[in-house]
């Protein structure tokens, strides 16, 4: 992948390609570079359909609509452009910035559009407009009204909504969270901001700064308080978006990111670097588990549970403690005691918990009981013995703790990050 800015010659064909957006219902794709073209092609048929010519200079972005047959395209000619595939042709241009565009999407579920520019601002345009113009509510839905009906209400196709001031170097990236009133936006300034808007005005909440080159990509996580960006630092960073504080950085040691996209239903994300992509997942999905003969003990959501493997059987036997917002990283089963230790690991390691419980005799699986657990700071708890457990604790040394969570033992070993069952008495 080429650099942001290389030299802009008149190339005879092709060139690189720049924004690529899958259609939500149909096999389709489309995409735009740097031959000025946009072209939406057929992934079945394995063939470009057609071509949407009117931009005068590369074209950074193309995304599709996710319910009417429109197509929004970001350039360095510095405008925006909304396109009806199913025409063909260019129903608006969006004209305001005057520098280079470098992305332009549509609100997921309002007529809204949100653009990011080298001019360092970011732009929310009301499209309102350009629908009641071209989409008409007919018997079956949504229809496209032809283009040449006239204009009874005079009403502006497109309008600049906010102009959200604030990056002081040229801005590349921004995107509408799914469902609530923010923004999320990247610069050459390395800081990722986030917005807040509602009908009147918009408003910077807050900054995210830990990059330390060019943000290339940023978009909210499409199911958690989170945030992601990436960067020509060579990193992707995730960061909570209440507190605005980077809780994961993922290095690569030579490719700069540009660009990043998330899956909107599974836990799946992917990045683009200069020497190809990554596909990632944020969490583990497999849950803790533990076995016993034929029972296989297992966390989900807020309850340990219990499959028998020989009748199917899968039943809740106890409620978890809550007040962790992490996943239990693992489990240790104790057969003779019937107790379980879980441990909780924190993005940073150093606060992971365990939870020491004994698992309830007879429970009504319709509604488990909720034992006390005993708690204590840990990065993993096993069982060594019936009645004694070690704790690998955020000094990393190992603790030997008995049945009531009372250190019994220290025991110093060279700098470990991780502890397991060695059979009796073993780590």
């Not at 899958?22 to 057929?42: A, E, M, R, T």
């Amino acid at each position: 992948m080429l650099t942001k800015f290389e030299t802009k010659s008149a190339r005879v064909k092709g060139g690189p390609v720049r924004g690529i957006s899958f259609h939500q219902q149909q096999p389709l794709f489309v995409s735009g570079g740097d031959d000025y073209k946009i072209k939406v092609w057929n992934y079945k048929q394995r063939r470009c359909l057609f071509t949407l010519l009117g931009h005068l200079d590369y074209i950074r972005t193309t995304f599709f609509h996710h319910e009417y047959p429109w197509i929004i395209s970001a350039s360095d000619d510095q405008t925006i452009r909304v396109w009806n595939w199913q025409s063909r042709t260019c129903i608006c241009v969006l004209t305001g910035h005057n520098h280079y565009v470098m992305c332009a999407q549509f609100h997921p579920s309002e007529d809204m559009v949100v653009s990011a520019s080298l001019d360092q601002t970011v732009r929310v345009w009301d499209i309102a407009g350009l629908r009641k113009k071209n989409v008409a509510p007919g018997p079956g839905g949504v229809e496209h009204r032809p283009d040449n009906t006239p204009d009874l209400f005079g009403t502006s196709d497109a309008v600049v909504k906010h102009v959200l001031e604030g990056h002081d170097r040229g801005v590349n990236w921004a995107a509408f969270h799914p469902s609530m009133p923010l923004i999320v936006s990247g610069a050459d300034d390395r800081q990722v901001k986030l917005w807040r808007m509602n009908e009147s005005k918009a408003w910077e909440v807050d900054t995210c700064r830990g990059h330390y080159n060019n943000v290339s990509c940023c978009l909210f996580h499409p199911r958690q308080e989170l945030i992601l960006s990436n960067s020509e630092d060579k990193s992707i960073r995730v960061w909570d978006m209440s507190k605005r504080t980077a809780v994961q950085t993922f290095r690569r040691d030579h490719d700069r990111f540009w660009v990043m996209a998330a899956h909107p239903t599974l836990n799946i994300f992917a990045a683009g670097h200069d020497s190809g992509m990554v596909i990632f997942k944020l969490e583990r999905e497999r849950p803790a588990y533990a076995t016993n003969g034929n029972i296989l003990y297992y966390v989900k959501e807020r309850y340990l549970r219990q499959l028998d493997f020989n009748s199917s059987k899968d039943v809740a036997v106890m409620q978890l403690r809550s007040g962790s917002k992490h996943p239990v990283y693992s489990m240790s089963h104790n057969p003779a005691e019937n107790a379980v230790l879980l441990t909780t690991r924190t993005p940073n390691v150093e606060n992971s918990t365990y939870d020491l419980y004994a698992i309830p005799k007879d429970t009504d699986s319709s509604s488990p009981d909720a034992p006390e657990g005993k708690r204590s700071s840990g990065l993993r708890a096993v069982w060594v013995a019936r009645n004694r457990f070690a704790v690998l604790d955020r000094t990393h040394t190992i603790l030997i703790k008995n049945l009531k969570n009372e250190i019994t033992k220290k025991v110093q070993v060279p700098n470990c990050d991780d502890v397991f069952y060695a059979g009796t008495g073993m780590l």
